[in-house]
């Protein structure tokens, strides 16, 4: 008997048929579709005692990123049959039942792999103390984003912007993912009113990318913050090497400590995800302090649907190795946020589709340098990169999860707002 023959009922249990996904075995033998889109390939026994040990999602993750399961083929393809496999109720993710719990000890007994469990791979997050405190937060952000800036060059292109760009042409050769970044900086500095000499605070400034167009393009005076220390340092370098140090100000700093306001405008964009739901009200009650009265703020953040539970299961993929602590919001729940510190919402724009586009040119350029990935990091790192891009786009694409720009402005006395009439004022060039 071969050990596809023994793993069978558990590939079954978790799957389903007609789902086209091929699995081979350590041994050579395979089950599944022979046309299937993707290939899983059980390298050892090792990942199957991963599974045992934490039959869910988790197990499988810790046995992917290992390298104990690997996967080849169409990425896009095979995370979509997996998501049409799932539990309707449960979204797209790896099923674990009764059915699938009983297969996977049964394939444990027969191939002897009864054991300790394995050691979780290293690249796994493991935070201590409570929830969204200031030195937790600093551990979640230096996990995900201090892996190595050449890393990031080669997934994100010279462009270093890590959020959602703005297709305001189609993807192609003469308009590409740097373009597309730019257009998105311009959105955001148009959305803001920019003008010379106006005083900027950009709210997880990342690698510096909208900083440097609000000064470069706008003549904005602009303080970039992020607790991101190798973000920082690439930003820092980034402007004095464009002649941009006098107009750019970049810190490594925690927005609740930023004290030097008022500014005229901020800019939030893809760091509220960060923030959680209990500070949320704190993050809106800080920034609306900082700002003069008449100034505007944009925040630019991912959400999930209404009625879908804001945190990652501590059992899920993304909370142990992309984004641990990162919580997701449903539009409203910002929006309420915003407005109950005194703001007014003035324009809410949703780019879902464009971040599917932006995730599928990320994971394009890793798949186009993996052997440079892998030098810039790990292995492992490209792995997890690759399929939570991957997943990423799908979601979007499927409207479970979506991307909003909320423009709001803090008004002046008498309920002045200084905004233009028109939207069409609001975006002019």
């Not at 599944?32 to 039959?55: H, T, V, Y």
Request: net charge negative; aromatic share 8%.
């Amino acid at each position: 008997m071969t050990v596809a023959d023994i793993v069978q009922p558990l590939v079954h249990a978790t799957l389903g048929d007609g789902v086209a996904i091929r699995v081979r075995c350590w041994d050579g033998s395979e089950v599944g579709p022979a046309d299937a889109s993707l290939l899983l390939r059980i390298e050892n026994r090792r990942a199957l005692r991963r599974l045992l040990w934490s039959p869910n999602e988790l197990g499988f993750a810790r046995a992917y990123v290992s390298g104990d399961i690997q996967i080849e083929g169409d990425v896009f393809a095979g995370l979509d049959e997996i998501a049409r496999a799932a539990v309707p109720e449960q979204g797209p993710g790896v099923v674990v039942d009764a059915a699938t719990k009983r297969a996977l000890v049964k394939a444990a007994l027969t191939l002897g792999l009864i054991g300790l469990p394995p050691t979780p791979p290293p690249e796994e997050a493991r935070l201590g103390g409570r929830r969204h405190t200031k030195v937790r937060d600093a551990d979640a952000i230096a996990h995900h984003y201090d892996v190595g800036n050449d890393f990031y060059r080669i997934v994100l292109g010279e462009s270093m912007t890590y959020s959602c760009a703005y297709w305001v042409q189609p993807p192609g050769p003469d308009f590409d993912l740097s373009d597309a970044q730019v257009a998105k900086c311009d959105l955001v500095a148009r959305k803001l009113g920019l003008e010379p000499g106006m005083r900027v605070l950009d709210v997880g400034c990342g690698w510096g990318t909208f900083a440097r167009h609000a000064a470069q393009t706008y003549g904005a005076h602009v303080v970039g913050v992020t607790i991101s220390r190798e973000q920082a340092d690439y930003a820092t370098k980034r402007m004095a090497d464009e002649g941009l140090s006098d107009l750019v100000d970049i810190r490594v700093q925690d927005y609740r400590d930023v004290r030097d306001g008022p500014f005229d405008a901020i800019s939030s964009i893809g760091m509220a995800e960060h923030v959680g739901a209990a500070m949320l009200p704190v993050y809106a009650a800080d920034l609306f302090a900082l700002l003069r009265p008449g100034g505007r703020l944009l925040n630019h953040a991912i959400s999930r649907r209404p009625g879908q539970p804001t945190t990652f299961s501590k059992t899920s993929f993304i909370d142990r190795y992309v984004f641990p602590d990162g919580e997701l919001l449903p539009m409203a729940t910002m929006i309420e946020a915003i407005e109950s510190v005194g703001f007014e919402v003035r324009d809410v724009e949703s780019l879902r589709e464009h971040y599917a586009l932006t995730l599928r040119a990320w994971v394009a350029n890793l798949e186009a340098g993996w052997d440079d990935a892998v030098a810039a990091t790990t292995a492992a790192r490209a792995r997890i990169w690759r399929l939570y891009m991957a997943g990423s786009a799908l979601a979007f694409e499927g409207n479970r999860i979506g991307v909003n720009q909320v423009l709001a402005v803090k008004p002046a006395r008498a309920g002045a707002s200084g905004m233009p009439r028109t939207r069409a004022e609001l975006l002019a060039d």
